[in-house]
């Protein structure tokens, strides 16, 4: 990890490939995902990233790939949807995998302890389940201890996130969805940027310096593969409208 994040230059972007997490780079986080919107400057933001990088731009995030589609409208961009598990290029199409025959099971057991544990919060996913604990803090030594238990009796991956532990399918992660992404036209022999601000963009910040190109870590420094920083989400919006300036 370098001694200190530079600031990410504006002219990052030309010639590049962006890819963008979502939920605390683009959108702040909040206590329930369900409220989180996508307001009209962040909507006409992405247009003009997606005019400007013909095809070079993706969101690859936590979210299922439909909620991804949801917030956005009709998305002019690829996306990367739990965690990389599913896949949508720039043509259109489209992969992910079977949903994890175990899921329904080990959603009713989260359920049954988000009864327990006041202001804890279950988020049900296609391919994984999350127990968020933002608005009950004081359980999260317990939310812990339960999702390592199923992690281990279902074979499950356990990502912890900020203030989240989800059970999850093994077999992606975000830097092998960037990895995917860039294989295939428009992005193939681009340079990755890759922006996020979580443990979980950690892989894909790796991936995009292996493959030529660099991580930007959103929020207060921390260690990180990522080269350069950018202190919050309004910074991240200046930034890629410095972006398109450039």
Sequence with gaps: MPESLGFAPADLLVGASLFLDFDGTLVDIVDRPDAVVVDAPLAMLMEELADRLQGRLAIISGRPRAEIDALFGHCAFAVGGSHGLELRWPSGRSSSPAPPSDLP??????REAAMRYPGTLVEEKPFGVALHY??????????RH?????VEESGLSLQPGKMVFELRMRGADKGAALAALLDEPPMRGTRPVFVGDDPTDEDAFRTAAARGGAGILVGPP??????????DVAAVRAWLEAALAA
């Design 105 to 110: 099971r080990l959603t009713a057991r989260l």
């Design 134 to 143: 933002r608005a009950a803090p004081e359980y999260e030594g317990a939310c």
């Design 146 to 150: 339960l999702a390592q238990a199923l």
């Design 222 to 231: 921390r260690p990180t593969a990522a080269l350069y920083r950018l202190p």
